[in-house]
Structures are given as C-alpha cells and as structure tokens.
C-alpha cells in the first residue's frame, strides 16, 4: 500500500511510523508551515496585566508555542497568564502547555474544534463546583 500525507512543515512522525511499520510505503509531503504572525503585544500582554481575557485557548503545541514567542521570557508569560483558564484542544497540546508552565484546566475529549468548545462550556457552566485544578474533558 502506497500512502501520501500532506502536512505541515513541522509534524509529529507518529503517523508515517506507524504506517511503515505495518509495512506501507509513505510519502509524507509539506503543504503548508506554521508562522507567527506579527501581534500587538502591548495590547495582548495590557490585556493579560488587568486580567481582561478569562479564558486562552490553544488547538495545537504549535499555538501554545508560538503564544510563549510573544513574550520577552516563558517566565513573562507564565506571570501575565496566571491563573486564566487554560483550554486545550487534546493531551498533546496539554502536555506542551504544561511544558511552559501553563495550568491546563479544560482539555476537550476528542481533538476537534466542537469538542473543545463544548468541553469549555461545560467548565464553565460548572464552574461553581468544579475545583480550580480539576480538567474537565467532555
């Protein structure tokens, strides 16, 4: 079997690995890179300082690392996140903001878009008794 996958620049190998394990042939293609794009970091960081934003969500690691290079430091932005509500689209990315020093609360079942959303209004919705520290996957 012959498999072609179209994707970005910089990906996990998990998928082409496990595919040529069980003996296909893989052509694993870059269609696309992920960037940065320019910000306003003053505002962004403003926003961040007078506890504006209630909740940052991130769909992927590259989001969460890109959202660290917005800052000066990882320690500025662990410092002007502080305990605002962090959402994650699935375990990959919650390890990767934890590996920043983010607190995960809300990390969605499945990794779609839907799923997240819905994952954070049941946080929210809960938030009178669910714990500071709990994740909530739905």
């Given at each position: 079997?012959?498999?072609?996958i179209?994707?970005?620049?910089?990906?996990?190998?998990?998928?082409?690995?496990?595919?040529?394990?069980?003996?296909?042939?893989?052509?694993?293609?870059?269609?696309?890179?992920?960037?940065?794009?320019?910000?306003?970091?003053?505002?962004?960081?403003?926003?961040?300082?007078?506890?504006?934003?209630?909740?940052?969500?991130?769909?992927?690691?590259?989001t969460?690392?890109?959202?660290?290079?917005?800052?000066?430091?990882?320690?500025e932005?662990?410092?002007?996140?502080?305990?605002?509500?962090?959402?994650?689209?699935?375990?990959?990315?919650?390890?990767?903001?934890?590996?920043?020093?983010?607190?995960?609360?809300?990390?969605?079942?499945?990794?779609?878009?839907?799923?997240?959303?819905?994952?954070?209004?049941?946080?929210?919705?809960?938030?009178?008794?669910?714990?500071?520290?709990?994740?909530?996957?739905?």
């Amino acid at each position: 079997m012959h498999i072609l996958i179209p994707r970005a620049l910089v990906a996990r190998e998990i998928l082409p690995d496990q595919l040529r394990a069980r003996g296909a042939t893989v052509d694993v293609v870059p269609v696309y890179r992920t960037i940065r794009p320019a910000v306003a970091t003053d505002r962004l960081i403003e926003q961040l300082r007078t506890r504006a934003i209630d909740i940052i969500s991130f769909t992927s690691s590259s989001t969460v690392r890109n959202f660290v290079e917005v800052f000066s430091s990882q320690e500025e932005m662990v410092r002007l996140a502080g305990d605002t509500l962090i959402a994650c689209i699935g375990s990959i990315t919650a390890a990767t903001a934890r590996e920043v020093g983010l607190r995960v609360h809300v990390m969605a079942g499945q990794n779609t878009i839907p799923a997240l959303a819905e994952a954070i209004v049941a946080y929210v919705t809960n938030a009178a008794n669910a714990r500071p520290e709990t994740t909530v996957r739905h």
